[in-house]
């Protein structure tokens, strides 16, 4: 966890920043140093290169990344990215590296697919989460769940159970459904068994987000998981599917004889609350906490 004076790093292994975003990110650092104490440090691969989408090649957003690990005073590493191109950096990464400094990972969408590699390959914790929240919308909301989570230690998420199965405690894989899929096929995703897996989207309405669904069945994850933790789906929400996609996941939880949990507080929303990864986690009918 952190602690005031501690170091935080700063990168963007998906998609880069435009330069709109130049002064957002500023106040970012502002925010971190004034009502947390931290120092900060920025990687190399922040911003979009010229005409590119891309904050650098993908062996420079790697190697990037593995500056932060190495650096002995950066405790905790937050990627402010998100879009495609992460799974681009996943073959240049050193896992040992990464195992040796125990250091968490941050990032949400599609740092999904880096967060459960680095599960997969050194078993290190990680969150779901977007940094940039605490500039947001309801950026003093956000601070509040910055602090209960990075200083804290506390997760506490508020949702539903959707059916009446029984939760065993378990670790978290996925996040964004999309991104997490990029993995199928790779030995970068996690062994399904015995795992909670957490789904959410931004985009996506009801016949996309089944097709993704049917992909994880067909994967045998859902006949080896211990539960699914569902949370915003965003486009289908906002076109009025919300009972629809809940219908979808009881199905799945039918079939499979899973507890499924719904929360609205995991997602892409300027308030949504950090998840953890490659973590244990305890589910009740109402709540997901660590403790």
């Given at each position: 966890?952190?602690?005031?004076?501690?170091?935080v790093?700063?990168?963007?292994?998906?998609?880069?920043?435009?330069?709109?975003?130049?002064?957002?990110?500023?106040?970012?650092?502002?925010?971190l140093?004034?009502?947390?104490?931290?120092?900060?440090?920025?990687?190399?691969?922040?911003?979009?290169?010229?005409?590119?989408?891309?904050?650098?090649?993908?062996?420079?957003?790697?190697?990037?990344?593995?500056?932060?690990?190495?650096?002995?005073?950066?405790?905790?590493?937050?990627?402010?990215?998100?879009?495609?191109?992460a799974?681009?950096v996943?073959?240049?990464?050193?896992?040992?590296?990464?195992?040796?400094?125990?250091?968490?990972?941050?990032?949400?969408?599609?740092?999904?697919?880096?967060?459960?590699?680095?599960?997969?390959k050194t078993?290190?914790?990680?969150y779901?989460?977007?940094?940039?929240?605490l500039?947001?919308?309801?950026?003093?909301?956000?601070?509040?769940?910055?602090?209960?989570?990075?200083?804290?230690?506390?997760?506490l998420?508020?949702?539903?159970?959707?059916n009446?199965?029984v939760?065993?405690?378990g670790?978290?894989?996925?996040?964004?459904?999309?991104?997490f899929?990029?993995?199928a096929?790779?030995?970068?995703?996690?062994?399904f068994?015995?795992?909670?897996?957490l789904?959410?989207?931004?985009?996506?309405?009801?016949?996309?987000?089944?097709?993704?669904?049917?992909?994880?069945?067909?994967?045998?994850?859902?006949s080896k998981?211990?539960?699914?933790?569902?949370?915003?789906?965003?486009e289908?929400?906002?076109?009025?599917?919300?009972?629809?996609?809940?219908?979808l996941?009881?199905?799945?939880?039918?079939?499979?004889?899973?507890?499924?949990?719904?929360?609205?507080?995991?997602?892409?929303s300027?308030?949504a609350?950090?998840?953890?990864?490659?973590?244990?986690?305890?589910v009740?009918?109402?709540?997901?906490?660590?403790?």
């Amino acid at each position: 966890m952190l602690v005031k004076g501690d170091t935080v790093g700063i990168i963007c292994c998906s998609d880069g920043r435009k330069k709109e975003d130049e002064n957002r990110i500023a106040l970012l650092e502002q925010v971190l140093k004034t009502e947390f104490s931290l120092q900060v440090v920025f990687a190399e691969t922040i911003f979009q290169k010229a005409e590119s989408p891309f904050s650098g090649t993908p062996q420079a957003r790697a190697i990037e990344l593995m500056k932060l690990y190495q650096r002995s005073d950066v405790q905790m590493i937050f990627d402010i990215s998100g879009g495609d191109a992460a799974n681009q950096v996943l073959p240049y990464l050193d896992f040992d590296i990464i195992r040796n400094a125990q250091k968490p990972f941050v990032g949400y969408s599609d740092l999904t697919v880096i967060l459960n590699a680095i599960y997969t390959k050194t078993e290190q914790m990680g969150y779901n989460y977007q940094l940039l929240h605490l500039v947001g919308k309801d950026s003093e909301l956000q601070q509040s769940h910055f602090r209960k989570t990075f200083f804290e230690n506390r997760v506490l998420i508020s949702g539903e159970q959707l059916n009446e199965f029984v939760w065993r405690d378990g670790e978290v894989i996925g996040g964004n459904i999309r991104c997490f899929l990029k993995l199928a096929g790779t030995d970068f995703m996690p062994d399904f068994t015995n795992k909670i897996i957490l789904l959410e989207s931004l985009g996506g309405k009801e016949a996309k987000i089944a097709s993704y669904v049917a992909q994880l069945e067909q994967l045998g994850a859902f006949s080896k998981c211990l539960g699914v933790i569902v949370g915003q789906h965003s486009e289908a929400e906002e076109n009025g599917e919300y009972e629809r996609i809940g219908r979808l996941y009881q199905q799945i939880g039918q079939k499979y004889k899973l507890p499924i949990f719904r929360t609205s507080e995991i997602g892409h929303s300027v308030d949504a609350k950090p998840c953890l990864i490659g973590a244990k986690v305890n589910v009740s009918r109402e709540t997901l906490t660590n403790f």
